[in-house]
């Protein structure tokens, strides 16, 4: 099975300048989550969706960042404009709940962002 | 708020069994994750437990819960090189669908 596909894998890109990162969740899930991993401050949740629609965005850092999800298996994570303080990891992940399971949460391989 | 507490840094033997512990604060917490971290890759899910067991066994991975304590903790028996990594604790807040990571536990497994 595929698990979440992210793109890019990596990218640099100047300040100012508006990012778009990719997600695809593995098909059947239902839930999708965007975190951001630094050094200073670890792994932070930034929003999640269940079903298409944004549950928690508490996590979002400021309005230049925004998330949709126009379907089940597409989700885009944009930061606009960019500054260096945004360089960080960003995963995608995705789950789906069973009953008497929980919810086990699969990771992407992240998309390394470096803004200079 | 929930908070996710690790130690930082684990060395170990090639051979030698590891244990990595973390505390957690969120008492509703109904499932609580392991999670490993190799350089450049994502997060691979280990083992979860469930907040009403106390033992979960998976080859050479033992995970124990201290629900009066709040402190999880995942023994790697027989470790090996390749389980040098970065492994992450996380709990899930109960009633909600996202976790909250702890900072990460750096093991060195040296030969």
């Known amino acids: 099975d595929a698990g979440v596909i992210q793109s890019p894998r990596h990218e640099v890109t100047e300040m100012g300048q508006e990012v778009t990162l990719r997600c695809k969740p593995i098909s059947g899930h239902d839930y999708l989550f965007w975190y951001r991993q630094t050094m200073m401050r670890g792994l932070e949740l930034l929003i999640y969706?269940?079903?298409?629609?944004?549950?928690?965005d508490s996590g979002m850092p400021e309005d230049r960042f925004s998330a949709k999800m126009p379907n089940a298996s597409f989700s885009t994570l944009k930061i606009q404009p960019s500054e260096p303080r945004d360089s960080a990891v960003y995963f995608c992940?995705?789950?789906?709940?069973?009953?008497?399971?929980?919810?086990?949460?699969?990771f992407g391989e992240g998309s390394w962002l470096t803004v200079v | 708020g929930e908070d996710v507490e690790q130690s930082l840094f684990l060395s170990v033997r090639e051979g030698d069994s590891s244990v990595i512990n973390c505390t957690y604060t969120d008492s509703s917490s109904t499932y609580l994750y392991w999670y490993k971290q190799e350089p450049g890759a994502g997060l691979q899910l280990l083992t979860y437990?469930?907040?009403?067991?106390d033992m979960k066994q998976d080859q050479r991975l033992t995970v124990l819960l201290n629900k009066k304590d709040k402190h999880l903790s995942l023994r790697i028996a027989d470790t090996q090189t390749g389980d040098s990594a970065i492994y992450f604790c996380?709990?899930?807040?109960?009633?909600?669908?996202?976790?909250?990571f702890g900072t990460g536990t750096r093991l060195l497994v040296s030969p």
């Open positions: 969706f269940n079903n298409n629609v944004p549950i928690d």
């Open positions: 996380a709990e899930m807040e109960g009633g909600f669908q996202k976790l909250v």
């Open positions: 992940a995705s789950s789906f709940r069973v009953v008497g399971r929980g919810n086990t949460i699969y």
């Open positions: 437990i469930f907040s009403n067991m």
